[in-house]
């Protein structure tokens, strides 16, 4: 059964406003707070203009470094949504705590601030570390500078679980998310003059057109990697603007458009194959603009995550959530930064992704008890090996 603690502290931090556009200090300061009360110090990491912070604090300091449990702070909005209750109310109904935030990720957080004590004076032979990130929806920007903190610092856990929603079942892979955004200049001129113009907008369809033959022989070429509900990676044009008017060739437009890699894939070759068919692109325009071309903006780059079964934090995470199989998931999450840094990783928390932004988003109170079960046979683990 969940404890009443981790429920008030679930509700609590559901209750606090931390979508993506504003700030999460309100939430790092109870966390910071909450944990100084235990005698537990933290290490906080902003970023540029101090509107946001990482919190990093280790509990049962006197321990060698172990196990971190991560989780993001930020959550996406709301807006135009149909939502019965308050995004920020943490109601809870029918054995379901709502608010946005509650299954991605804030329950997961709260269970392990919860259980703050109990970690630190627990009697496994290892530390656990509590990480916190800001700005993880937009592209998983904050945990770089914490994870590039621990490093300036020494600071070498032998493992890490991020408590996305996976229904307690451990995720051992994931894709990556590449995002972009492509600038086209072109030369304006009158609709009856096109020969004297550039169309930036019919230029950026071509570019478009590359990306759409990418994604077609992605389904068509790629091995598949089983266990995934798309097997093959994916790319995709989310958004395009351009154009004034309709009697105006345009000079300007602009698109956004994604990969999703498999891990077994190169996310970096297949940017580099659109940014090839711009350039071949440019001279023709320039024949006509000296300045005509293409422009490219990095929206975000979230690694892909590839773990194993056979991963000691993995038989941990198996151990601890008395699941029997592991799982693969479709969402990006911060794990393939922190493997990337040379931290074993799994995945591994509380709700379902499918309730994760959606109106009335949900977690179960049933599976925030199997997480408290989770993080409190954590104290106690003899070993991570």
Request: proline residues 5%; negative net charge; contains cysteine.
């Amino acid at each position: 059964m969940l404890s009443p603690e981790s429920l008030q502290l679930a509700q609590t931090l559901v209750q606090l406003d931390t979508r993506s556009h504003v700030s999460n200090l309100p939430l790092i300061h109870f966390v910071r707070d909450h944990l100084a009360a235990l005698g537990i110090a933290s290490r906080l990491t902003y970023n540029a203009d101090r509107t946001k912070a990482n919190l990093f604090a280790t509990l049962g300091e006197h321990r060698p470094a172990g196990v971190v449990l991560s989780g993001h702070t930020d959550t996406v909005p709301w807006d135009g949504q149909d939502w019965t209750v308050d995004p920020l109310s943490a109601t809870v109904r029918d054995g379901r705590l709502y608010g946005r935030g509650s299954a991605d990720m804030k329950g997961f957080i709260a269970v392990a601030l919860a259980n703050a004590r109990r970690l630190a004076e627990g009697s496994a032979p290892f530390a656990v570390h509590l990480a916190l990130s800001y700005d993880e929806e937009v592209g998983c920007f904050g945990v770089r500078e914490l994870i590039a903190d621990l490093r300036e610092a020494g600071i070498r856990p032998l493992a890490c679980i991020v408590g996305e929603p996976t229904s307690m079942v451990p995720a051992i892979a994931h894709k990556g998310v590449y995002r972009y955004k492509c600038c086209v200049r072109g030369k304006e001129a009158h609709s009856s003059l096109t020969p004297l113009s550039v169309n930036a907008i019919e230029m950026a369809a071509r570019l478009v057109g590359k990306v759409r033959d990418m994604a077609e022989g992605f389904e068509r070429e790629e091995p598949r990697y089983a266990g995934f509900d798309v097997p093959f990676s994916t790319a995709s044009v989310g958004q395009f603007h351009g154009g004034i008017a309709d009697n105006v060739v345009p000079r300007d437009a602009e698109f956004r458009y994604e990969f999703r890699d498999l891990p077994t894939a190169d996310a970096a070759a297949m940017q580099a194959q659109v940014l090839a068919h711009a350039r071949a692109l440019e001279p023709a325009m320039q024949k006509v603009a000296p300045d005509a071309g293409f422009r490219f903006e990095t929206i975000c780059e979230i690694p892909s995550f590839l773990g194993s079964a056979d991963d000691a934090v993995t038989r941990l995470a198996l151990q601890l959530s008395g699941e029997r199989r592991t799982t693969l998931v479709a969402f990006g999450t911060e794990a393939g930064l922190f493997k990337g840094a040379g931290i074993p990783t799994v995945v591994c928390g509380p709700g379902s992704i499918t309730q994760a932004h959606q109106p009335d988003e949900y977690v179960s109170l049933e599976q925030l008890a199997r997480a408290e079960a989770f993080v409190r046979g954590l104290a106690s683990t003899p070993s991570i090996a």
